[in-house]
Structures are given as structure tokens and as C-alpha cells.
């Protein structure tokens, strides 16, 4: 996988536009004075957890003992379940919080953000080839950065898409990811089966 694969992953993993209701849910609650203040911030703490988990992988994979191509398969695995609730997404509402309550790092910067999917990803990545960690760093901060101006600008996205445009442009970014999670499955088989043979 090249750079641009990696950040194109990662951002439909990330699915700001699928998140754009949640955040405006979340947001509408605060103050508004303070609501680009507090997006911006949670943002950046889910930048943080992102990171630390991209150079923090291959140890934790070295400490489990796992090989690359159960790592390959499971997150092959991952992504798919991840596609299949895009396209068919499941009811259920936000997180709750209190009105006027701010956010601090749990919902908007984890799961929303930097949730377990990204960070399975960032896992996967870091294993599948350590020495190219300069271009994954490359290719996370530009996801991150899609998807933060994407929710910074989450009332024109909403008023430019509506619900629908929304649900429809969510659902073939699941389609996409149902690709990717399917090739990075058959990688892993791939693999595994001439180790064996």
C-alpha cells in the first residue's frame, strides 16, 4: 500500500461525513462563541491518540506476538463490518450529554474520531512496513486534515448536501471501503498461504 491508498483509507475510516450530524448534534448544545473552540480541540487530542497509536503499533503487535498476515486478515475483517454499517447504517442516537455540557475527549475526539477501526488501521499500518512510518505520519496528518476541514465547515457541508446528499455520499464511501477491506483480506490470505506452501 502507497501513501495515497493509506490516506484515502484512512480517511473513509475517519467518515467526517457521516459524522457531520453527530458533531452538529453535539455542537448545538454549546455556546456559540465557543463551539470552533471546542471542535478544534477535540480534533487535535483525536490527532494526538491517532499518532501515538500509529508509532506505538509495532511494539504492541512485537509484545502480542502476532504476524502480519493475522494482523492483514483481522483488519480486512474490521474494515468490512465497518463498510456494512456505512452502507447499512443501524439506529441509535449520540452519545449523551447534558445541554451546555462541553465535550472533553470522549465522544467527538474517541470512538467518533480516533475510534477503534482508525486505530486498528494505524496498527495494520505500522506493521505492514515500519520503515515507510515518515510516509503513514504523512498520510494520517492528511486524512485528519480532510476530515477537520470538512467538520469545521459542517453547516455549509449540511446545508450544501442535505440529509439525503449526506446519507448518499456516506454509503458509497462504504462502498469503497468494502474494496479496500476485501483486497486487504485476500493480501493477508494470500500471504499466510505461501508461508505454508
Not at 499518532?51 to 503499533?57: Q, R
Amino acid at each position: 500500500m502507497d501513501m495515497l491508498s493509506a490516506a484515502v483509507m484512512l480517511f473513509l475510516i475517519m467518515d467526517p461525513l457521516g459524522n457531520l450530524p453527530v458533531f452538529a448534534s453535539i455542537l448545538r448544545h454549546i455556546e456559540p462563541k465557543k463551539r470552533r473552540q471546542v471542535l478544534i480541540r477535540e480534533l487535535v487530542f483525536a490527532l494526538i491518540i491517532m499518532l501515538m497509536f500509529l508509532y506505538a503499533g509495532e511494539a504492541i503487535l512485537s509484545f502480542l506476538n502476532l504476524r502480519s498476515e493475522s494482523v492483514s486478515i483481522a483488519g480486512g475483517i474490521i474494515l468490512f463490518l465497518i463498510a456494512i454499517r456505512m452502507i447499512f447504517p443501524q439506529p441509535g442516537g449520540v452519545v449523551g450529554l447534558a445541554a451546555g455540557e462541553e465535550p472533553f475527549i470522549v465522544p467527538m475526539a474517541i470512538p467518533l474520531m480516533a475510534g477503534p477501526s482508525i486505530l486498528a488501521a494505524l496498527i495494520l499500518l505500522a506493521h505492514t512496513d515500519s520503515s515507510k512510518m515518515l510516509q503513514w505520519t504523512v498520510a494520517l496528518v492528511s486524512a485528519w486534515a480532510a476530515s477537520a476541514v470538512i467538520l469545521l465547515f459542517y453547516k455549509l457541508f449540511n446545508q450544501l448536501l442535505g440529509d439525503k446528499g449526506l446519507t448518499a455520499v456516506e454509503r458509497l464511501m462504504g462502498m469503497v471501503l468494502v474494496m479496500i477491506s476485501v483486497q486487504m483480506f485476500l493480501d493477508g490470505v494470500a500471504r499466510y498461504l505461501s508461508t505454508v506452501s
